[in-house]
């Protein structure tokens, strides 16, 4: 099988990589512009690995893009601009780059008879769940409608662009049959993921580390819950050549949930660190107007039923795997 994998040098995308590398049959190919990603994360494989081979470009470059497509026959399109401190920093690129991205990989593949997999995001549910939330929801499943802000608030555009990566795709498979497979990832969390972008994990640990306080965002009683990417790539990889999983979307999440503020707590005890919980309002951190959601925990039935989908890394481990990353980062081993 030739792979595809755009956004390869990324945090998902590396592992993705080195998952399909370990099935001697898969010959493996990596596309990234470093916009987010880096040489460092495909370390095990990049220019060392015989099956794996990278070229380096934008997916929104359509001749760049289709001798790649052409070549492989299954495309894991996960480039994106990513972060919501990217994204509130570069309101145009988020938009476009996303837009234009998934236009040429679907068209491509297409064109050339692909099977796709598409990376789409929880995000899409907006605030959804915490208006759910009185209605006795407890978690969101993928028919679930979506409730997003204004568009003068620029964290819905990303949210907006993923949701027209699911209808373009979704409309490739209705009207030309193309095999896509629609994941929405909930936060995905591991070795590798930058503290750069605003992810959280990263953020709490590497501040617990360095004995600085922890930035927690309004008052913390916000819950999410977090997925080792292990079990993602697991998960997507099934999918990928799950037949009955052609045209369908997937939540891609862990439904434990943890309040932000005690996930703060909880790292400054694993790394026995003597930073303190410091709240800062969002306003502060991402200018007026900036919203974010209460609860967001995905419903699984739908992967579970599908591919039989099992956790195998909680929280404890989840956590223990990002420190020990980080602290080797640091120097601190
Ligand atoms: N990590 C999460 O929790 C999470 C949650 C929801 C959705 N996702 C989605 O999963 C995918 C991977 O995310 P990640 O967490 O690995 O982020 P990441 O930033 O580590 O990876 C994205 C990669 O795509 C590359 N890239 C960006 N724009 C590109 C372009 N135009 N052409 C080529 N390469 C480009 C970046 O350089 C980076 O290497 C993204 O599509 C993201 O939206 C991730």
């Known amino acids: 099988m030739k792979i595809l994998v755009t956004g390869a040098a ?5 592992h993705l990589c080195e ?8 010959e ?5 512009n470093f916009i987010t990603g880096s040489k460092e994360n495909m370390r095990g494989f990049y220019k060392v690995h015989p099956r794996f081979s990278f070229a ?4 929104t470059e359509k001749e760049f893009l289709r001798p790649h497509v ?3 026959d299954h495309i ?4 994106a601009p990513v972060g919501v401190k990217f994204i509130m ?11 234009r991205g998934i236009d040429n990989v679907l068209e491509l593949a297409h064109q050339y008879n692909k099977k796709v997999l598409v990376a789409s995001t929880s995000e899409v549910y907006g605030k959804s769940l915490d208006f759910l939330d009185s209605t006795g929801k407890r978690s969101l499943s993928e028919e679930d409608y979506r409730i997003e802000g204004s568009t003068q608030n620029h964290r819905w555009a990303y949210a907006n662009t993923k949701a027209l990566d699911e209808f373009l795709s979704l409309a490739y498979y209705k009207q030309y049959g193309l095999k896509c497979v629609i994941i929405r990832f909930f936060n995905t969390v591991g070795p590798r993921q930058s503290s750069q972008y605003g992810m959280v994990i990263p953020n709490f640990v590497s501040q617990a580390l360095k004995g600085e306080n922890i930035t927690v965002y309004g008052d913390g009683s916000q819950t999410r819950s977090f997925l080792h990417v292990f079990d993602a790539i697991q998960a997507i990889t099934e999918l990928m050549i799950t ?9 891609v999440g862990n439904p434990f949930e943890i309040s932000i503020k005690e996930l703060a707590e909880r790292i400054i005890e694993k790394t026995n660190s003597s930073s303190k919980v410091r709240l800062v309002s969002y306003q502060e951190a991402y200018g007026a107007g900036f919203e974010d959601m209460q609860r967001r925990t995905p419903n699984i039935d739908k992967l579970v039923r599908t591919i039989g989908f099992k956790i195998r890394y909680d929280l404890e481990a989840i956590l223990d795997s990002i420190i020990e990353y980080q602290k080797m980062k640091l120097g601190m081993d």
């Not at 380096?56 to 997916?59: A, F, I, L, M, R």
């Not at 894991?76 to 480039?79: D, G, V």
């Not at 309101?91 to 996303?98: A, C, K, Q, S």
């Not at 037949?243 to 939540?251: D, F, K, L, M, R």
């Open 70 to 72: 052409e070549w492989a």
């Open 76 to 79: 894991y399109q996960l480039a």
């Open 89 to 99: 920093n570069n309101p145009v690129h988020t938009i476009l780059d996303n837009v």
């Open 19 to 26: 998952l399909l590398l370990k099935d001697e049959e898969n």
């Open 243 to 251: 037949e009955h999983a052609v045209g369908q979307v997937y939540n």
């Open 28 to 32: 493996v190919r990596g596309l990234d």
């Open 10 to 14: 990324g945090f998902i995308g590396s």
């Open 56 to 59: 380096k470009g934008s997916v």
